[in-house]
C-alpha cells in the first residue's frame, strides 16, 4: 500500500479495501495526557477540513481515540484506521502527536491548509494499520536568526513545519556577529544597540553589492516563552546557542568592554555588516565571564529544562565554541597575563578554559553543555555534549571520550549549501548537495563500535542564513532537502548505498502537495523559478565532490 508517508513508517499494513470517512459526525476523544494531541488534531486539522470534530465518548460509533500504551516504546505509536474511526496509542505523549502527523497526511494536501477550500462532506481514508518508531531521539534544525532575523511568525511557523516533518529538535541560534536576538533585561544594549545593522553585504563577502538599508530585529522575553510553549506543545525541543568567545562581534558593538580594548578600539565597532569570522572576540576577563552569567541566568527561566518531555536532553544549552580567530588574544597584553596567570599553554588553551567555566557553571545549574566540535579541544565535563560539524570526526571522538553527540556535518547536511550545479542557484555556496545526497546520508559514523554508536543521539541540518535575506530564501534552501533529513532522521532506512531514493522520489510527488498546501517555497525539481533566482549576486561556489569525511 502506498500512503505516499514522509518520513517513511516502520510498518504500514493494508486491512481490505475499506475507507472510514471523517465527517461532521466524527468526534475526538483523548484518554488523559493525550489532550494535547487532541487540542492540535481539533485546531489544524478540524480547521483545515472545516469539520468540528467534537469531544466525544470513548465508544461513539465514529471517533478519533487517543490512548497512551505502555507496551510502546517512547515516541512510537500504533495508528489503526478501521470502520469505528481512528485509534492513535502513543508510547507517551510525543508518540500520539507524530501519529497524530500521520493523521494529517494520509487525509491529503488539503489538511495541511488553514481553512478548506472547497466544501467537502467528508475526507475518506483507507483501512490501515502503521506501526512506526524513530530512529533517532534527536531530530533537528538549526536556524541561524542572526545573518538574518526572521520574525516571530516566521519561526512559529518553522516549529509547525518541523512537526509536519516528526522533526523535534529546534536549535535557535540566536546570536552571532552580525546581531544579538533575544532581550536580556539587564543588558538593554544588546538588542538596542547589537539586534540590528546599518547595511547587509548582499551575496557571498566578495560581492561588490550591498542592501542600503537597515536590518535587524530581535524576540522579547515574552516572545520567548511563547515560542518554547508553542514547541512543547508538539513536542519540540527548542535548544539556544548563545555564541562565545568568537562570533560576538553583536555583543562587543553593545557592551565595548566585553571585547580586548588593549588592541581594538571597540567603541567604535558596530554590528558587523558582512559575512565571514569576525576577528573581534571577547576579552578573557572575569568581566565578561560575569556578564555572560548574567545572560545565561536570564536564559535558563526562559529555556527551562522538560525532562518529562525530553529525557534524553533536556535542558541543553549550545554555547557556540566554533571558529574563534587568536589573533587579538595574540596581540593583547591583557589576554597574555591572563594566560600566564591561569598557568595555561596558549591561546588555545584560553578558549577551552572559557568553555569549561561555562561547563561548569551549566552543570552546577543541573543543566547541559552542548557546542561546536571546536569544544573538544580542550577537554570537557561528562555531561557535555558536541555537534559535529566539520566532518565525522569531531562525532567520533566525542563519542569515544563518552560525550554524546549529534552529527551535523558540513559535508552532508548544512542546508545553505547550494542544491544544485548551475547558473541559476541563487547565490551558490560550496558544493552541490542534492536532495538525493542529504537523503544517502548516514549519521552513525561506521568507525564507531555499538557501544560508542549509543552516544549519537541524532542529526540535525544547520541553516545559515548569510544569503537568505527573508523567509522564502530559507524555505528554498531548507525544502525539500528538510524532507529527506527527516527520513534519515527518523526511518530506519537501509545502509546508504541501498538506499530506495526512486521511492523517495515517489512518495515526494505526494509530498510537494503537502508542501504546497502549507505555503513553503521550495526548490521544484525543474529548478528555481523566475523570482527565487538571484542573478548577478555572487555567492562562493565550490567545484568538485565535497571532501571525504
Ligand atoms: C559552524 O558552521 N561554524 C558551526
Redesign the pocket.
Known amino acids: 500500500m502506498d500512503t505516499g508517508l514522509i518520513p517513511a513508517p516502520l510498518v504500514v499494513e493494508g486491512v481490505g479495501s475499506g475507507r472510514f470517512a471523517l465527517d461532521a459526525d466524527t468526534v475526538l476523544w483523548a484518554a488523559p495526557g493525550t489532550d494535547g494531541t487532541g487540542r492540535w488534531l481539533c485546531s489544524t486539522l478540524g480547521a483545515a477540513l472545516g469539520l468540528p470534530l467534537r469531544p466525544g465518548p470513548q465508544d461513539a460509533p465514529r471517533a478519533v481515540r487517543l490512548f497512551l500504551d505502555g507496551a510502546l516504546g517512547p515516541e512510537a505509536y500504533r495508528l489503526d484506521v478501521g470502520d469505528g474511526g481512528v485509534e492513535i496509542r502513543g508510547g507517551d505523549a510525543a508518540g500520539v502527536f507524530w501519529g497524530a502527523q500521520t493523521l494529517r497526511q494520509l487525509l491529503g494536501p488539503d489538511a495541511f491548509r488553514r481553512a478548506p477550500v472547497r466544501p467537502r462532506e467528508a475526507y475518506e481514508i483507507e483501512h490501515v494499520i502503521i506501526e512506526d518508531a524513530p530512529r533517532f531521539r534527536w531530530r533537528g534544525l538549526m536556524l541561524d536568526v542572526s545573518r538574518h532575523f526572521m520574525p516571530k511568525e516566521g519561526v512559529l511557523r518553522y516549529l509547525d513545519l518541523l512537526a509536519a516533518h516528526k522533526l523535534n529538535v529546534f536549535h535557535f541560534h540566536l546570536t552571532d556577529d552580525q546581531g544579538w536576538r533575544v532581550q536580556i533585561e539587564r543588558y538593554p544594549k544588546l538588542t538596542e544597540t547589537g539586534s540590528w545593522r546599518a547595511r547587509t553585504k548582499f551575496g557571498h563577502r566578495a560581492s561588490p553589492l550591498w542592501e542600503e538599508k537597515p536590518h535587524g530585529g530581535f524576540y522579547t522575553q515574552d516572545d520567548i516563552r511563547e515560542i518554547v510553549a508553542y514547541a512543547a506543545e508538539r513536542h519540540i525541543a527548542v535548544v539556544p546557542e548563545i555564541d562565545i568567545p568568537g562570533h560576538s562581534q553583536a555583543a562587543i558593538a553593545a557592551y565595548p568592554e566585553l571585547g580586548n580594548t588593549d588592541v581594538v578600539d571597540t567603541a567604535s565597532l558596530t554590528v558587523w555588516d558582512n559575512w565571514g569570522v569576525s576577528e573581534n572576540v571577547l576579552a578573557p576577563t572575569d568581566d565578561t565571564l560575569r556578564f555572560y552569567e548574567g545572560v545565561f541566568e536570564e536564559l535558563l527561566e526562559l529555556f527551562p529544562a522538560d525532562p518529562g518531555r525530553f529525557p534524553e536532553f533536556s535542558g541543553f544549552f549550545h554555547i557556540g565554541g566554533?571558529?574563534c580567530p587568536k589573533g587579538q588574544w595574540r596581540k593583547s597584553a591583557a589576554a597574555q597575563a591572563r594566560i600566564r596567570e591561569l598557568g595555561l599553554a596558549d591561546e588555545d588553551e584560553l578558549q577551552s578554559w572559557f568553555i569549561r567555566h561555562f561547563d561548569t557553571w551549566l552543570s552546577a545549574r543541573g543543566r547541559r553543555l552542548i557546542g561546536?566540535d571546536e569544544i573538544l579541544e580542550g577537554g570537557l565535563a561528562p555531561g557535555a555534549a558536541v555537534s559535529s560539524?566539520r566532518g565525522y570526526q569531531g562525532g567520533v571522538t566525542a563519542a569515544r571520550a563518552g560525550h554524546d553527540v549529534v552529527m551535523c556535518p558540513?559535508q552532508h547536511v548544512y542546508l545553505d549549501y547550494r542544491q544544485a550545479a548551475g547558473e541559476d542557484e541563487p547565490v551558490p555556496i560550496a558544493y552541490v548537495r542534492t536532495l538525493e545526497d542529504v537523503y544517502r546520508f548516514e549519521p552513525v559514523p561506521p568507525q564507531l563500535t555499538e557501544a560508542e554508536a549509543r552516544h549519537v543521539l541524532g542529526t540535525q541540518a544547520?541553516v545559515?542564513t548569510e544569503v537568505m535575506e527573508d523567509p522564502a530564501r530559507v524555505d528554498y534552501q531548507a525544502f525539500p532537502r528538510l524532507a529527506a533529513l527527516a527520513e534519515v532522521a527518523w526511518s530506519r532506512l537501509p545502509a546508504p548505498g541501498e538506499r530506495d531514493f526512486a521511492g523517495f522520489e515517489r512518495r515526494m510527488d505526494a509530498h510537494y502537495g503537502r508542501l504546497d498546501a502549507l505555503g513553503v517555497a521550495y526548490r521544484a525539481p525543474t529548478g528555481p523559478r523566475p523570482w527565487q533566482r538571484r542573478p548577478g549576486v555572487l555567492g562562493r561556489p565550490v567545484e568538485g565532490a565535497p571532501p571525504k569525511v
Do not use: L, R
Request: aromatic content about 42%; overall charge negative; hydrophobic content about 45%.
Open positions: 566554533d571558529e561546536w560539524w558540513e544547520n545559515w
